[in-house]
């Protein structure tokens, strides 16, 4: 399993890490856990090596989450990317992340449940793939 963790904040994407290592040792022994600092970062990770779930802070320096996912989605209509966010107005957000194609919306602070449940998400979806 792949992992790409894009947050501007070094303490979020630590916070993150370790929950996901958390839930990746009970599941699967084998993963990779990359981190990126910006939208732009992520993009260029993202065409390097195909991720299995890309987790995205949205607001960002250099180039923000929904911009990033946009050029994601625009290269790989089936990647799995999922918003981290404390952005308040939801219901905007909701419309953008839909007319991007953004998998999910996961808010901060992320709590462990919500990163296990898209890892069994993208868990599942590579299954699917390889069968």
Known sequence: MRILITDDCS??????RAFLQRTLESIDGKHTIDEAVNGQEAVE????????????????????????????LGKDKEAL????????????????????GVSGCIDKPVRL???????????KLSTKETT
Request: net charge negative; charged share 25%; hydrophobic share 50%.
């Open 81 to 100: 990317v999922v918003l981290v966010t404390a952005y308040g107005d939801r219901a905007e957000l909701v419309s953008r992340m839909g007319k991007v």
């Open 113 to 123: 449940n919500e990163l296990s449940m898209w890892i069994e998400i993208a868990r």
């Open 11 to 16: 303490v979020n994407r630590m916070v993150q």
């Open 45 to 72: 990770r993202y065409e390097q090596e195909r991720y299995n779930v890309v987790f995205m802070d949205y607001m960002m320096p250099v180039m923000d989450g929904l911009v990033a996912s946009e050029h994601i």
